[in-house]
């Protein structure tokens, strides 16, 4: 901790808080998938996967030293471990309304395993839960006027249980938790090539990634509805390349994000900004 953050009273007393630890984690799957034609246009995919993964954390030494002072001993863990498995199913469908238009759709598993939080600061927390949810999506692919023209469109729906997140304690300490989520949006994709070499390329993704029913474990404050960090709103990219028939590239290209939240409770913002590239 620096002086200022006494001053903002993220701690009683300036230092700095230092943690050193190992983390061991094996995991070990076996998985398959399996497709079938039911007709020439529609095509069913299943898919299974079995995951089981051993995850310890063993020598933790957490110390805070106070400015001019002498390390403090704050928390010790050693050899706390857990074993976690999942079955993880997918479920998908394809229909092709010709070979240039595929209308599809699928059902997942999503799945995080319980491992050993570095971010622990206590020993309830040292592990964190597994984090489980389902992944439903539905799409359309598309390729118009012989392949020169592609379209395609997403849309996503995640509910996550136990999502596995990182926070700030009022000390400005670093922390792990698991939260419930909710996670829904959409992209569209477009690549245009009018003439052979010369590529038009455009992208747009919305996103809603919020809290569902979360309570900050240190501040007691809500955080239901509030956005997840680092899942801006809104991305976009533009861009424009041409390879020449001796091969040498030219592009230019333009990167776009909406709002971003870096802290939980949405206190610290980043207002949209654009980025331009050339090579």
């Keep these: ?49 079995y995951e089981i993964t051993h995850s310890v954390l063993d020598n933790f030494d957490q110390a805070f ?24 199913p997918r479920f998908a469908a394809e229909y092709r309304f010709n070979p240039n238009m595929l209308l599809y759709g699928s059902i997942s598993r999503s799945y995080r395993p319980a491992v050993a939080n570095a971010g622990t600061l206590n020993p309830e927390t040292a592990i964190l839960d597994a984090e489980r949810g389902w992944n439903y999506e539905v799409g359309l692919k598309s390729s118009w006027f012989a392949d020169r023209l592609t379209v395609n469109l997403s849309a996503f729906y995640n509910p996550v249980n136990n999502f596995q997140l990182v926070g700030f304690t009022p000390r400005g300490e670093i922390f ?19 003439v052979d070499g010369l590529d038009l390329i455009a992208g747009l993704g919305i996103v809603d990634a919020t809290f569902d ?5 240190f501040s007691g404050e809500n955080l239901d509805g509030n956005t997840l960090p680092y899942a801006p709103d809104l991305t976009y990219n533009l861009a424009i ?35 331009v590239n050339a090579r």
């Design 241 to 275: 390349q041409y390879r020449s028939p001796t091969g040498i590239l030219r592009r230019l290209e333009l990167q776009g994000f909406g709002t971003n939240y870096f802290v939980n409770d949405n206190s610290l913002e980043q207002d949209p900004f654009a980025i």
């Design 1 to 49: 901790m620096s002086p200022d953050s006494v001053t903002l009273g993220l701690a009683p007393f300036a230092g700095v808080d230092r943690a050193q630890f190992d983390i061991d984690t094996e995991t070990y799957a076996l998985f398959g998938q399996a497709s079938y034609d039911i007709t020439e246009a529609l095509t069913l995919t299943a898919g299974l996967r």
């Design 176 to 194: 792990a938790d698991n939260a419930d989520v909710i996670i829904v949006g959409g992209e569209l994709e477009l690549r245009a090539t009018p």
């Design 213 to 217: 029913g979360y309570i900050d474990p």
């Design 65 to 88: 030293t106070p400015t001019g002072g002498n390390p403090i001993p704050t928390l010790v863990l050693n050899d706390i471990g857990e074993q976690s498995s999942e079955l993880i």
